[in-house]
């Protein structure tokens, strides 16, 4: 039976991933300390997962569940929130880098062999150079612990693969959205925002004009990608995943109105500090491993109304 490790499987992609991985028959275990995850994310597959409510910072820990020997291995485990790690920088960085590279390193040390061990990362990585789209090998400008965390991770996780000969991948996610987003701080994904002033009929704060594009993907293509990629022989690469089309704020919401056959009470505010204008993926990389997309931003828009409302 295939054996699959995700750490961060109670948070919003990774419950996302667990599910599909348990629904394809593999027997998934799942560490997460819940600082961000809730157990209520897995709720559906509870019995047929092993979880253990742990730090991936308990070095100790990890070799032991390590030990077990995992087909695949996700590493979604981090202080996900930029703002967050603005304020925490030192406690993000032990959590954004220095688990994955003990992790790498213990892979290594012990001769352990994954199929692939693949870390996710982020288009935060790019920074607010301007150029676009975003290519894998266009310029970086990480600007916060985060970003400066995510593009290291991403280097070892990749040179893990070139010196050491592990079987690696790194992957940058755009704007994901979907199902089990938490929408409680202001910088949460911004369709998960809207998503509870729609259903709630709350008041949404536009920061800017809402001509701000992203590149808006939904949870399950970046399930499927994720799985995708990982059980492609090819290793020790980088990709974007996004769909490679932008979307401007306003639009989206509009689209997302329609969705929902209701109307979303807007105020504009200015623009926040540091937004970036426009934010697009060139998935060409990921394209040519021969993935497609199944559902795409309206279908992602559909279904995501359809579960929460
Ligand atoms: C995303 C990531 C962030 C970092 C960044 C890198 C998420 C949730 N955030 O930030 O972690 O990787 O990309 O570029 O994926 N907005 C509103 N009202 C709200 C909330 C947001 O107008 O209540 C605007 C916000 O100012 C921005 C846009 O919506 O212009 C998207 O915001 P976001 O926080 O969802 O994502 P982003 O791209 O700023």
């Known amino acids: 039976m295939t054996k699959v490790l995700v750490t961060g499987g109670a948070g919003f992609i990774g419950s996302n991933l ?11 275990t799942v560490i997460d300390d819940l600082s961000m995850g809730i157990k209520a994310n897995l709720t559906e597959v509870w019995d047929k997962i092993t979880f253990y409510e742990h730090d991936v910072c308990d070095h100790a820990f990890m070799h032991q569940i390590l030990d077990e020997n995992f ?8 202080v996900s929130s930029v703002a967050d790690s603005v304020v925490r920088p030192y406690e993000t960085h032990q959590v954004n880098l220095e688990s994955v590279v003990d992790t790498l390193e213990y892979l290594r040390v012990r001769d ?4 692939k061990f ?19 090998d266009s310029r970086v400008q990480p600007l916060t612990p985060y970003a400066i965390d995510k593009y290291a991770a991403e280097r070892y996780t990749i040179d893990y693969g070139t010196l050491y000969g592990l079987k690696t991948v790194a992957v940058r996610f755009f704007n994901v959205f979907g199902p089990r987003q938490n929408p409680n ?12 002033c729609l259903l709630d009929d709350e008041e949404f704060t536009l920061y800017g004009d809402g001509s701000q594009t992203r590149d808006f993907i939904y949870v399950k293509d970046i399930v499927n990608a994720l799985i995708f990629i990982s059980e ?10 996004g769909y490679g089309h932008q979307t401007a704020l306003l639009d989206v919401i509009r689209q997302y109105e329609r969705v929902a056959g209701k109307d979303l009470e807007i105020t504009f505010a200015d623009r926040r500090a540091g937004d970036i204008a426009e934010s697009l993926a060139d998935v060409a990389r990921l394209t040519e491993l021969g993935f497609k997309p199944q559902w795409g931003l309206e279908k992602g828009l559909e279904e995501y109304w359809e579960y929460i409302k």
Do not use: C, M, W
Request: zero cysteines; charged letters at 20%.
């Open 232 to 241: 492609k022989q090819e290793s020790n690469d980088v990709y974007n995943i």
């Open 71 to 78: 087909d695949y291995i996700y590493y979604l485990a981090a």
């Open 118 to 136: 693949l870390f996710t990362s982020s288009a935060a990585v790019y920074g607010n150079y301007p150029e676009l789209p975003k290519r894998e």
């Open 185 to 196: 701080s202001p910088y949460s994904g911004v369709l998960s925002i809207v998503t509870k």
């Open 18 to 28: 667990v599910i599909e991985l348990v629904n394809k028959g593999y027997q998934v």
């Open 112 to 115: 352990l062999h994954p199929k």
